[in-house]
């Protein structure tokens, strides 16, 4: 399968993505500072994706956000419940309670190359599965001392190749990383 599984997130300096509750009060704080035509790869990223890959709980924080901001790519919402989708978005996403292995591999055979994977629990159980080969994580000068972490127990050291990091004037400092095949 010569497809990509990807992440692409922010985490507190401590490694927490959200506040034990959801909330992402530091982040919307911290990107204040952010200069107006400054994404940080953001977009860059996303014209090389092919779908989307979330948790239901990741999915309802950005349903929170009013704008949906992926535009038309495809987005599949992991969760072992069915899911309400509003309306003006059942055109691109969907639901589904596949393994991260079985949904891989049906989006391969659509042709999708590059998956992105987003929210906590989906990118440790893709990573779990070995699915991931690449993480650009970019850190936020907060500590927040608890939250939902990035990651959590793993079953094994999962070695990764440093590939480049980029520090910004506004105290953000990006991070890509390549799994390396931990098999």
């Not at 399968?1 to 507190?12: D, L, R």
Request: aromatic share 10%; charged share 25%.
């Amino acid at each position: 399968m010569n497809q990509i599984a990807s992440v692409y997130i922010a985490t507190s300096l401590d490694g927490f993505i959200a506040r034990e509750d959801g909330d992402l009060d530091w982040l919307t704080a911290a990107n204040k500072s952010v200069p107006e035509d400054e994404d940080c790869g953001f977009y860059a990223f996303m014209k090389t994706v092919d779908a989307l890959i979330m948790g239901r709980k990741t999915f309802e924080k950005v349903l929170s956000f009013g704008k949906w901001p992926y535009g038309d790519k495809p987005v599949i919402v992991l969760s072992r419940n069915k899911l309400e989708i509003p309306e003006n978005l059942s055109r691109i996403v969907s639901w589904s309670s596949e393994s991260p292995q079985e949904l891989s591999n049906r989006l391969a055979k659509k042709g999708a190359k590059r998956l992105y994977i987003d929210g906590g629990i989906t990118i440790q159980r893709f990573l779990s599965a070995g699915l991931v080969k690449d993480l650009t994580i970019t850190v936020i000068p907060v500590i927040l001392g608890r939250g939902r972490p990035l990651f959590g127990d793993v079953k094994h050291d999962i070695s990764l190749r440093h590939i480049v990091t980029k520090a910004y004037d506004f105290g953000f400092v990006q991070s890509t990383y390549e799994v390396e095949d931990n098999a």
